[in-house]
């Protein structure tokens, strides 16, 4: 069964960078779209960031357009979620996800399966 781990958050400043990775163990996620996901404390998980199979296809929540850019590399069963100019409403738990039952809306939650356990970014003002 393929296990996703998260990885790459920390606490940094407004205005920094952090780049975020997924990896997959245990099988391969090339076939599949990736999302991100995020969610901050006592709100709902929202979209993010997806990435079509082939990476050819991206789409942006738009809170975060022009400054996250997502890419994934097939050969290494990986993806990356690369934040730029961040800011304090960023703070969350972000999660990568396969996107495993597509349908109509690719920024529901409820087509992705195999969740990573999510990695905390905490951006300070």
Known sequence: QVQIEDTGGGLVQAGDSLRLSCVASGGTFSGYGLGWFRQAPGKEREFVAYISSTGTM?????????????SRDNARNTASLQ????K???????YCAVRWRPGRDRTRISEYGYWGQGTQVTVSS
Do not use: C, W
């Open 58 to 70: 991206k789409t942006y929540e738009d809170p975060v357009k022009g400054r996250f850019t997502i």
């Open 88 to 94: 304090p409403e960023d703070t969350a738990v972000y």
């Open 83 to 86: 934040m730029n100019s961040l």
